[in-house]
């Protein structure tokens, strides 16, 4: 007979996070561009007329330099979200083993990788396409370049990772699943590390006004404080933003072994459907309603120890309302007692990475004890009426259990529960 304690679920640390996007190139600078309440969004003049949008958070000063780290072999074959998704992945190992190989802790085989897109390589797709349209050629790369899978299989080749790969591809809620579905495979054994997480760029002129034409993107055209005002009365959209965050995930008994520091434990995780509409959110709320309570019930955490929510909070008439509802209906009056905030208010939406930019954004209100502001909430919607801890940030508070919410497109809805490790 099988030793019971094998069966016995794993847990699951986290010992490194890594991330880029507009408001900086590693984590340290993202997050200190939002404790001194800066945005990574600006104006951008696109060549056609017909796009409204005129806000986004797209890195400008990316160069070539960022990519001397990895192989050449594998780096000039792929799309910019992959690429950003090898400056997060090298932050996060550095964090998590420093300069020592993987291979002295984890056979290649106990270490995987899931990391999520909304679009993928869709933007270089376009781009080769108008190529050879105008030219009759393009890259011969062409095809891997549209890969979803382009930024999962650069990190498993890079760092020779032949556990489990898989690519979620969920819209606003990837980064989020991506990271649950990791903890899943390290908590049943399945795997010992996993990087996990998301990546997105899409900037490419037809890509944006695909995005554009649907009214999903702010309408605002002069005020950045108006141009993403998540729960706020005049929000009208939210803005489009590119960048990369993952995770370092571990079995717990493998980091203590090796002397890991443990920045916090994954302690439950839910995913349901909407099943009711491409792009809007279902009015039952019952999908999002049960992802809460889920993700409490596995962590075993009630309302009231609850800490802080990390909200999806798009900046979207719909989303804002519907999100503030389904948190009510899954938590009740304990609801009204937690802080809570939309750090889009300062990346924007980076679609895939979002979930997991914004749960590396948990990990550090959790170590220093903050809880980073909603920014931008002049007059808030008499609809959205929680806590979501207008323009100033909280300092000096104990953040134990800390749960981060994603929704998106397709009707798919994720949350994950984290718990500070003392």
Not at 30 to 54: C, F, Q
Not at 383 to 399: A, I, M, R, S
Request: negative net charge; hydrophobic residues 40%.
């Amino acid at each position: 007979m099988k030793n019971s304690a094998l069966l016995e679920p794993r847990r699951v640390v986290v010992t490194g996070y890594g991330a880029i996007c507009s408001l900086g190139q590693n984590v340290d600078a993202i997050w200190e561009g939002i404790m001194n309440y800066r945005v990574g969004y600006r104006k951008y003049r696109l060549d056609d007329p017909t796009i409204h949008a005129s806000y986004f958070g797209f890195i400008d000063d990316f160069s070539g330099d960022a990519m001397r780290p990895f192989s050449k072999k594998i780096s000039k074959m792929l799309p910019l979200f992959a690429k950003y998704s090898l400056i997060a992945t090298h932050e996060a190992i550095q964090m998590a083993y420093g300069e020592v190989p993987l291979d002295e802790f984890v056979s290649p085989f106990d270490r995987g990788v899931i990391v999520g897109t909304g679009w993928g390589g869709l933007d270089t797709a376009n781009s080769n396409n108008n190529e050879y349209r105008e030219s009759g050629i393009a890259t011969s790369f062409a095809t891997v370049m549209s890969m979803c899978n382009a930024a999962t299989a650069g990190i498993t080749m890079n760092w020779n990772m032949r556990s489990i790969q898989n690519t979620p591809v969920a819209a606003c809620a990837t980064g989020t699943i991506a990271i649950g579905e990791a903890y899943e495979a390290i908590r049943s054994g399945r795997a010992k590390v996993m990087i996990a997480g998301g990546s997105e760029s899409l900037k490419e002129q037809f890509n944006v006004w695909s995005v554009d034409v649907i009214q999903a993107l702010t309408k605002e055209q002069e005020n950045p404080r108006l141009a993403c005002c998540p729960f706020s009365k005049g929000r009208s959209g939210f803005v489009l933003s590119e960048g990369a965050a993952v995770l370092c995930l571990e079995d717990y008994e493998l980091a203590k072994a090796r002397g890991a520091k443990i920045l916090g434990e994954i302690t439950g995780y839910a995913n349901y459907s909407d099943a009711y509409d491409m792009t809007a959110p279902a009015e039952d709320m019952q999908a999002r309603i049960r992802v809460i309570r889920d993700v409490c019930k596995q962590a075993g955490v009630q309302a009231q120890q609850i800490d802080y929510v990390n909200l999806h909070g798009t900046s979207t008439p719909l989303n804002d309302v519907n999100e503030t509802n389904s948190i009510k209906m899954a938590l009740g009056d304990a609801a009204y007692g937690i802080p809570m905030s939309s750090t889009k208010s300062y990346t924007g939406h980076l679609i895939g990475a979002a979930g997991s930019m914004e749960a590396v954004f948990c990990l550090k209100a959790m170590a220093e004890g903050v809880v980073p502001a909603t920014i931008h909430m002049d007059e808030a919607d008499p609809e959205c009426d929680l806590n979501y801890v207008p323009n100033k940030h909280l300092h000096g508070q104990t953040l134990n259990n800390v749960m981060n919410l994603s929704f998106g497109f397709g009707g798919a809805n994720a949350g994950i529960m984290l718990r500070k490790v003392n």
